[in-house]
């Protein structure tokens, strides 16, 4: 049986690109080794011995507030937890830290069963191996992205601060279709909002903002 790090679980509306507007549960797997200097959820990058909790803690549904502090899940209980606490919410977003550095197969395919509807958040360094019915949203950053991944994704979220962020993925967004690619402004900038909504205007690309952080959710 699968276990996971898990830094928390939570109910919220999807602030970012397709699903916008979407209420969802949230899972943050723990775990990335990306690095990105703007990452806005640096807490939940390490592994530290000092910040584990006991195994199937339940607190990581109940944080209050962001903190490095996760969980080693069973997929049984968390699987559990989660369909009992998510009301009438049915979208499941699985993010991270980085997802895949983790096993969701087998995670996806009993979530889907139960009747979610499945998105999982990712930079695309690792394998993207989760079920074909799965909502891909595929966020390159700095680093190399495994070439399958371009083709698995069901939209780009792109973040960018910088025309360089755009230009290092060029020949791989040049073979995505149109309405699948967003451009999201890195922290709100308003140089950076102003570059996606060029970029957008000229090459026909969405626009998607973290809408969620106008409006105060986590």
């Known amino acids: 049986m699968s276990v996971f790090f898990v830094n928390e679980v939570f109910c919220s509306i999807q602030g970012e690109g397709a699903w916008t507007g979407t209420p969802a549960i949230f899972l943050r797997l723990q775990g990335c080794k990306v690095g990105c200097p703007w990452c806005d959820t640096a807490y939940a990058l390490e592994l530290r011995k000092e910040d584990r909790l006991p195994d199937d803690d339940a607190r990581v549904f109940d944080k209050g507030g962001a903190s490095p502090a996760y969980t080693c899940a069973r997929e049984s209980w968390l699987v559990r937890e989660l369909l009992a606490r998510r009301g009438a919410i049915r ?4 993010t991270g830290g980085e997802p895949c ?45 495994s070439v399958d991944n371009w083709a698995r994704a069901d939209e780009i979220k ?14 791989y967004l040049a073979t995505i279709p149109a309405e699948k690619i967003r451009l999201q402004p890195v922290s709100r900038d308003a140089a950076a909002t102003d570059l996606c909504v060029r970029l957008c205007l000229e090459r026909n690309w969405r626009l998607s903002l973290q809408t969620h952080k106008f409006i105060n959710l986590h």
């Open 91 to 94: 979208h499941v977003v699985i």
């Open 101 to 145: 550095s983790q096993p969701i197969a087998s995670l996806t395919s009993v979530l889907l069963r139960e009747g979610c509807r499945v998105q999982v958040e990712t930079s695309g360094t690792q394998p993207v191996d989760c079920d074909a019915s799965t909502w891909v949203t595929l966020s390159p950053k700095a680093v190399p992205v």
């Open 158 to 171: 792109l973040p960018v601060r910088h025309m360089e962020d755009v230009q290092r993925h060029e020949a």
